[in-house]
């Protein structure tokens, strides 16, 4: 995994000081391999600890390669559900949430697909935490070594130096 960028910023928050990635508009998922990226939910949590992410309408979300035929509905990645999987089209492609304006995220979480078939497909895929000019502020990747089929969630902050891994039901 690669190292934290140096772009993450300390922000004064009530009385106490708190890490962020600064100035976040964009989250995108990329694929190098030929398959789908395949996630149940997002959530990013701003200086205040408010899911940004949650509620976004479909027009916050794109795929270059398209949505599966069975994802009539990408929004579902932040609608707090956590049953239900959304899928690209088989890549090479990214996933992206547009968040609609700037923010300080403290904490990016993505839930891995629940579906034995469809866990092993965040294997290898590119993490990046971009700016309104989408320049990259953070990038990071799951790689197969990390990939364990028992993690449901994938966590990018910070607090820590690198991604944090988290086992089903943690």
Known sequence: AC????????VA???????????VRYVKVYTKEREHISLTEIEVYDENWHNVAAGRPRSAFRATVGWWRGTGDPERLAD???DSTVH?????GEFGLDLGQP???RKVVFYNSKPSYARDRIKGVDIKLLNSWK?????DTISPEEYNANVEKYILSVNTLRQSL???GG
């Open 166 to 168: 988290e086992p089903a």
């Open 80 to 82: 707090g559900d956590f």
């Open 103 to 105: 923010v300080c995220a």
């Open 13 to 23: 928050a009530t009385a106490t000081a708190t890490a962020c990635f600064q100035n």
């Open 88 to 92: 690209t089209n088989k890549g090479p």
């Open 3 to 10: 190292a934290l960028a140096a772009t993450a910023t300390t």
């Open 135 to 139: 320049a990259e502020i953070f990038h």
